[in-house]
């Protein structure tokens, strides 16, 4: 049966991808804005789904477990703190890196792993060599050697703010050693702290530290610093250094106002909050200073003060030796206190950002939309209604969700970021559904004179001065406008980017919060006005308007298609669908599903499928005939990649199809093609795959009754030289806009011949889109070829 072929053992596969899309391959992440998608990052399903609730969250670092404690404090104190912080309503976020992939959230299991691999490596030279100590330098190599490592706090902090968290907490900052002077022995953490605006809870500076130096140091980079209900900067086992806290906060409240209030300044630099050790632990703080400054005077003496990195860990172990244990309880006692405080200032950050209209962290940068325009109506707020010129006609495809105005910025030279630079800016329409639209649009309308109304996008623009270029880039484009509602009190969707000289990106600020305006009945009430033949939604819209387009759909029997996005959006449409009527399922055909199609990519499959896996909701429960499908696992690794299994892609997929969910998924796999899996029910059309002769990439699986089969078929990649790559925005959207488009014109993936012309028109989209320099290539010559059919009577 289909279970013997590891169908249902996908899941601890899936924790183990090593490969990722590059960030030049063919087909990059869908999303419009600067994300985690395409990037070798995973991030646990508890983690992603605090951020999408907005709930507290801390991160923690991992040099703990790997370098720091030995055992079995190494395997017992990451659990702690994680249940401290749990039992506060907050969720914990352990960074580590595991085979090269960065962990945001780490299982149990994997915890205790890194714990058996830092003591195996104290005691072995080549162990070592594979668990590295992971700070910001080391990220990328750590990835690409595909090791295992502990993040410091320079390395948690990276990715931290890389996944959107914003509070740390950690035992004790590095900061300058003794005799830098000479030895420019500097903690990255500094650096860190200087550029990287993540709040970081600790016990002050390691007393192994020249504390006196790590405070003009953080003052000359304009670090915020701050003792916690203290006037005094502590020193990791001592709550007092001889130094004061340069500014004193006196509740968790104060603190995270302090950090929302730097972000709303657009200053980069993180708070430093220094959290003195228990009051328990004083009496005993003189004594471990004194092992303390014993452990650094033979550190000079035999060298280990210039070992680099090696010399902390070195200090502790030998401190732990000279107070015989006793500091190793101090160490404990001081980071389990600054957990408590982290969940504390979470909680406060978190309630902070919903009483601001539930805006996220990004939203408070500056921003070229934050300013009402000078000539804004002052009359009252009327109620939102589409901005048309004329009444809504129909429509064969509606695309519903956000479109932006993307704005580039390229300096001309090298110059610092602390003053304006002579360069390129450049403003261009972007938005998954804006450029899912709009490459539907651009195939649709050079084939025949009506195909230019044949697209309408549903999507909410303010009424600002973006808004008017937004509205005048579709025009230009030939695009239907009477599909964009102006919500009151909004700012139109825009994402930001600076780039260097060189065109790699340096950091930016996607505003998307207007999605969540545009509201479900208005998109029920558009598609019963446009009697579309197909509904696509990004997973930028609400849960609730997501609800509501998957019921009208199914009630009226049209075809519907969800675009994910990016990870963390990809599980907007489960939960949606976690809250729909129950009747919405129970009497829903076993041949139907609740939405037709979806294209996402590997990262999104995996996300939503280890969502499935971990909740007990009946949504997800295989349907009955999925136990009747069998397959030989030699069949599989005969007909499909290598890659494909390995990477438990098409066992993730069949899993999928087996929910009432998806009826047909097209998977992109960056450069290494597209894998489709559907299961089909009909007879001429099963007979049509069934009869195919054997071949490489196709694998058609029977379930023993007539007319039921599943298809898995993988299309390798069109060719594509790197030097043709201008840019990598909107390859994925253009992809589904052309599968959208072909489908329209009557290519049903669910037969042989067109799944081939349909999959191969949809990647020449997404290469014409990476040889151009918006985000919606042409595709006007897609029309002319054998690959568009000629519009249907």
């Given amino acids: 049966m289909l279970r013997t072929t590891p169908l249902r053992t996908a899941r601890s596969r899936v924790r183990t991808f090593s490969n990722y899309a590059a960030v030049r391959s063919w087909a990059p992440s869908t999303t419009t804005r600067p994300s985690l998608a395409g990037l070798p990052i995973d991030v646990a399903p508890e983690v992603a789904q605090a951020q999408a609730d907005g709930k507290p969250i801390v991160a923690l670092e991992s040099t703990l477990i790997t370098h720091g404690l030995p055992p079995p404090h190494s395997q017992s104190l990451p659990r702690e703190c994680e249940d401290i912080l749990r039992a506060q309503g907050v969720t914990p976020a352990t960074i580590a890196i595991l085979n090269g992939r960065i962990k945001v959230g780490v299982e149990g299991k994997n915890l205790d792993y890194l714990a058996e691999r830092g003591w195996a490596a104290r005691k072995d030279k080549r162990a070592a060599e594979r668990l590295w100590k992971v700070g910001r330098r080391e990220l990328g190599a750590a990835v690409v050697k595909r090791l295992d490592g502990g993040t410091t706090v320079s390395g948690t902090m990276a990715v931290a703010h890389l996944a959107g968290i914003k509070i740390f907490s950690t035992g004790g900052i590095g900061g300058v050693h003794r005799g830098a002077e000479t030895s420019f022995d500097i903690s990255s953490d500094l650096i860190s702290l200087g550029d990287t605006p993540v709040a970081v809870v600790c016990a002050g500076s390691k007393s192994i530290l020249d504390i006196g130096l790590t405070l003009e140091y953080l003052e000359a980079h304009a670090v915020p610093v701050a003792g916690f209900k203290t006037s005094d900067w502590p020193a990791f086992y001592t709550a007092q250094s001889g130094f004061k806290a340069p500014m004193r906060l006196d509740s968790a409240a104060e603190v995270a106002e302090t950090i929302l209030m730097t972000d709303r300044l657009g200053l980069p630099s993180s708070l430093l909050l220094g959290n003195p050790i228990p009051a328990e632990y004083h009496a005993v703080g003189e004594e471990l200073q004194r092992a303390v400054d014993q452990a650094v005077a033979e550190s000079v003496e035999n060298g280990m003060a210039r070992s680099g990195k090696q010399v902390t860990p070195w200090l502790l172990q030998r401190v732990a030796e000279l107070s015989e244990g006793r500091s190793l309880a101090s160490n404990k006692a001081l980071i389990k206190n600054n957990v408590r405080v982290g969940g504390e200032v979470a909680i406060e950050y978190a309630r902070l950002l919903k009483e601001t209209h539930g805006l996220r962290a990004s939203s408070f940068a500056p921003s070229l939309t934050s300013m009402k325009p000078t000539h804004a109506p002052t009359a009252a707020p009327q109620e939102e209604a589409p901005r048309a010129i004329n009444p809504p006609a129909r429509a064969k495809i509606l695309v519903a969700g956000v479109l932006a105005v993307d704005i580039s910025m390229v300096p001309a030279a090298a110059s610092p970021l602390q003053t304006t630079a002579p360069g390129k800016v450049v403003l261009s329409l972007g938005g998954v559904a804006g450029n899912v639209a709009g490459a539907a649009h651009s195939i649709l309308a050079s084939a025949t004179p009506d ?87 990004d997973g930028n819209l609400s849960q609730s308007a997501m609800r509501e387009i998957v019921t009208q759909c199914a009630l009226t029997n049209t075809s519907t298609f969800f675009e994910p996005t990016s990870n963390q959006k990809a599980l907007q449409l489960l939960r949606a669908l976690e809250g729909a009527d129950r009747s919405l399922t129970a009497h829903l055909p076993a041949t139907s599903s609740l939405v037709t199609f979806s294209a996402p990519n590997i990262h999104e499959l995996t996300q939503m499928y280890e969502h499935a896996c971990l909740s007990e909701h009946a949504l997800y429960a295989a349907r009955e005939w999925f136990d009747y499908y069998t397959v030989s696992a030699q069949d599989l690794a005969l007909r499909l990649p290598k890659w494909v299994l390995d990477e438990g892609l098409a066992q993730m997929a069949i899993r999928m199809l087996a929910t009432s969910i998806f009826g047909a998924l097209f998977i992109k796999s960056g450069s290494r093609g597209v894998l489709v899996a559907q299961r089909i029910s009909d007879v001429d059309q099963s007979s049509e795959w069934t009869s195919l002769r054997k071949s490489k990439g196709t694998v058609v699986i029977r379930s023993g009754a007539p007319g039921d089969v599943i298809v898995l078929k993988h299309f390798a990649a069109l060719p594509l030289q790197e030097q043709e790559i201008r840019n990598v925005t909107g390859a994925g959207d253009n992809l589904a806009g052309a599968l959208l488009a072909g ?9 042989p011949a067109d799944m081939d012309r349909l999959v191969e028109l949809a990647q020449q989209a997404a290469i014409n889109t990476l040889k151009s320099d918006e985000a919606v290539g042409d595709h006007s010559l897609l029309s002319q070829g054998r690959l568009l059919p000629g519009p249907r009577s």
């Fill in 743 to 751: 489908m329209s014109r009557g290519l049903s993936p669910a037969l």
């Fill in 451 to 537: 195909g230019q109304h044949d697209v309408l996008l549903l999507a909410p623009v303010a009424e600002d001065t973006l808004g008017d270029v937004a509205r005048s880039g579709l025009s230009r484009r030939g695009m239907r406008t009477d599909g964009l509602v102006a919500p009151s009190e909004a700012r139109t969707a825009t994402c930001g980017i600076l780039l260097d000289e060189k065109g790699e990106l340096v950091g930016g600020i996607a505003d998307m919060d207007i999605a969540h305006q545009l509201d479900g009945a208005e998109i029920v009430k558009r598609i019963k006005i446009a009697q579309p033949e197909l509904v696509c939604c």
